[in-house]
């Protein structure tokens, strides 16, 4: 009989643990983990200089002149732009064309994107230049510059202008 009993509230004790309060809880925990999107591009050149440059003419580097380190952690679109319509000189100073045409003292620019010259040019100037879309997660590339002459100088003074290539999320 003693065992019986014994056994009895053995078996009701099994049945009362799992239901016990001590067991439950009034939060969930979760982890999560994310990743900023990070955009970071770099070139091997600052700065070309073709010269002094006759009228009509076109020079250009190769298509892959500029290497682009990409560590971007998302698809980027990349366009590039002068940093002003008016190349600054201590003389006339150049209007920049937007559409790579050239006049005088107008001058034009394209970019490839390591192409063929002809082929797939973008023209760009204070108006920015799609370069290169939907560029995929760190992968490197590279690009080239053309200079379009004007058709008429009307000095002969050095003129400058700064080129901008901006990556922004593809």
């Known amino acids: 009989m003693k065992r019986g009993i014994v056994v009895l509230f053995m078996v009701l004790a099994l049945l009362i643990v799992p239901m016990a309060p001590a067991l439950a809880s009034d939060t969930v925990?979760?982890?999560?983990?994310?990743?900023?999107?990070?955009?970071?591009?770099?070139?091997?050149e600052s700065?070309?200089?073709?010269?002094?440059?006759?009228?009509?003419?076109?020079?250009?580097?190769?298509?892959?002149?500029?290497?682009?380190?990409?560590?971007?952690n998302i698809q980027t679109d990349n366009t590039i732009e002068t940093d002003a319509g008016t190349w600054t000189s201590s003389g006339v100073g150049w209007t920049q064309s937007d559409d790579g045409s050239a006049g005088v003292n107008t001058v034009g620019?394209?970019?490839?994107?390591?192409?063929?010259?002809?082929?797939?040019?973008?023209?760009f100037g204070a108006a920015p230049g799609n370069l290169l879309l939907d560029q995929a997660v760190e992968t490197d590339w590279a690009f080239g510059l053309k200079f379009?002459?004007?058709?008429?100088?009307?000095?002969?003074?050095?003129?400058h202008v700064?080129?901008?290539?901006?990556?922004?999320?593809?």
Not at 32 to 44: E, K, L, M, P, Q
Not at 50 to 67: E, H, K, Q
Not at 164 to 170: E, H, R, Y
Request: charged share 10%; with cysteine; net charge negative.
């Open 109 to 123: 620019f394209k970019a490839n994107a390591g192409g063929t010259w002809g082929v797939s040019d973008v023209n």
């Open 47 to 72: 700065a070309w200089s073709p010269g002094i440059i006759s009228v009509n003419a076109t020079p250009s580097t190769a298509t892959t002149w500029c290497a682009v380190d990409n560590t971007s």
């Open 148 to 159: 379009i002459a004007a058709s008429e100088w009307t000095d002969g003074e050095e003129n």
């Open 29 to 44: 925990a979760v982890t999560v983990t994310a990743t900023g999107a990070f955009i970071s591009i770099s070139g091997n």
């Open 162 to 170: 700064h080129i901008s290539v901006i990556a922004a999320p593809g």
